[in-house]
């Protein structure tokens, strides 16, 4: 809400960028609040056991820094766990079982797509296209054509009162309000759901890419298993309208929209660390 909107002497920061620490002291400063927000204890200093989910092409440097920062913040012991994974858990996905399980997280960030059988990672890709980018590429598409100045906020609100993901047969339309880039005047204009369709063609794209790249790399057992069971889609992008229908379509197989997809990985971290004894062989110690 404040992005965009602050005066001068304060400066709004997002700590994490493509899933990964843009600023590492704010990040402890956040994680040091969350811990007292649930530890509301004065007395005693607590050392919680914290679990963070990583993208998985994130560096062995990234994951360090994150893990500093949370111990940094007071956490007593640190676990790391693939998005993917705790998205499949969080997904009720039979990840321990032999047999193969495809999801599809759409973060903020970036996207992660693993193929999961026996507790294990058989296939995992990241790439660094996500909600934010869809925000991005609405604002440079407006930019482009109509001349006119959006903010973050106001690309996604657009994202997700009109953005599709597919040509559908009813065409929405909304009011926006921006700056005129030539006069410099705030200004409104009408955009379509068809426009932001096109605006979003390049992000997309690439996330049925880095899908089709995960179905070639995996073994034909465990291919069989998806093209029975289809792939899962979760995270905040899996929101966008149709964008199970479009990977329908590039890929002919099932694609399910987890229950929640927005907490699908929160959720699945959670039961990770309930059942460590049961989830063990998931962390990663990278």
Known sequence: QMLGKTPGNIIA?????????????????MLKQFIKKVHDNKLFSPSPRII???????????RRAIRESAIGAGAGQVYLIEEPMA?????DLPVAEATGSMVVDIGGGTTEVGVISLGGMVYSGSVRVG??????AIINYIRRNYGMLIGETTAELIKKEIGS?????????????GRNLAEGIPRSFTISSNEILEALTEPLNQIVSAVKSALEQTPPEL???IAEKGMVLT??????RDLDRLLMEETGLPVIVADDPLTCVVRGSGKALEKMEHFGPIF???
């Not at 997002?14 to 400063?29: L, N, S, Y």
């Not at 909600?131 to 991005?136: Q, Y």
């Open 13 to 29: 920061i997002r700590p994490m960028k493509d899933g990964v620490i843009a600023d590492f002291t704010v990040t402890e400063q």
């Open 52 to 62: 963070i989910c990583v993208p998985c092409g994130s560096t062995q440097v990234e």
């Open 87 to 91: 998205a499949a858990i969080g997904a």
């Open 131 to 136: 909600g934010d980018k869809f925000d991005e």
């Open 165 to 177: 993901a597919f040509p559908g047969s009813e065409v929405r339309e909304m009011e926006v309000k």
């Open 223 to 225: 291919g069989a298993d």
């Open 235 to 240: 995270g905040g992008g899996a929101l966008l």
């Open 284 to 286: 990663t110690n990278d």
